[in-house]
């Protein structure tokens, strides 16, 4: 990447990716050096193929791919030294000891930090000499995020590192994540479907549905600008689509806008309209997604719609 930005832990660049039954479709995303990600997605999004890419697992079909500085997946053995994994569904030794495991990472990587490592053990209550086989789901999570986070990688990529654990679990993974995030050097994409992880955790949001990237910003430039507005207004009268105007929903006098860049101008043009505000609400991130994902699926709808009636046109004249 001849102009890559060295304060960039991630640079992805128009990447495509081809299965038969699905398409990662010009992926681009950037991720700041002491930055979380919070990388959101429904199942099947491509989270976890844009991470496979990131780690060398996958390689793209085109586009750009750098990590830490390494153009992947050239120099993936390069970036791997720095780039730490961890996901719900990681493989541990079954008939090994976390201890074993411990020693074992520690033998591999010079950067193992013997006493951070001990500390972590006790923050998530694991008993060192207990064997993996004997650990509940909760148990192996965390013992694979102590093997991943005590070596000290500078990037962390975890693949919904929070799924099916109970909520003191949740709360303690989630907080040891947010100390390593003092460090300003090291970044963490944190990919979920979770949206509370990701608000508390993250000040990087992108938001990923059916291969494409839908939406990416600033955590907090969301939060400011998405609004959802209550308002009553006589059912005669039409309300004007304005712009940032996602979703407009009328039942009789009452309706509820939702909009993606809400300003006083917007709701002072409904009440010129006539209408009554009631509420002026903000959104959760949740909230947030679930609007982009079904604005975003609907513009594709009508594009995809679009098109089939040009080509249908197109046959018919031919």
Known sequence: MKDYDNSMAIQMRNVCKHYPHFDLQNISLELPKGSIMGFIGPNGAGKS????ILMGLVQQDSGIVNVLG?????????????????????????NETIQWHMDYIKSIYPTWDTNYAKQLVKRFDLTRHQKV???????RVKAGLLLMLARKPKLLLLDEPTTGLDPVARHEVINELMDVLLDEERSILFSSHNTQDVEQLSDEITFIDKGRIIS??????????????????????????????????R?????????????????????????????????????IFVSEVQSSRAFNSSLDAATTGDNMNKGAAA
């Not at 970036?79 to 030794?93: H, N, P, Q, T, V």
């Not at 998405?226 to 005669?236: K, P």
């Open 133 to 139: 086989k004997g650990l509940s789901h909760g148990q």
């Open 251 to 287: 039942s009789g006098t009452q309706a509820i806008i939702t909009a993606k860049s809400f300003s006083e101008n917007m709701a002072e043009t409904y009440r010129n309209c006539g209408a009554h505000i009631h509420s002026i609400e903000n959104m959760t991130l949740e909230e």
């Open 216 to 249: 990416s910003e600033n955590k907090e430039s969301y939060l400011e600008k998405w609004r959802r507005i209550r308002l009553e207004i006589s059912s005669d009268k039409q309300l004007p689509s304005l712009t940032g105007m996602v979703e407009q929903r």
């Open 49 to 52: 193929t844009t991470i496979r």
């Open 70 to 94: 390494n153009q992947m997946p050239t120099h993936q053995i390069a970036a791997k030294w720095d780039i730490g994994f961890a996901s719900e569904d990681m493989r541990l030794y079954k």
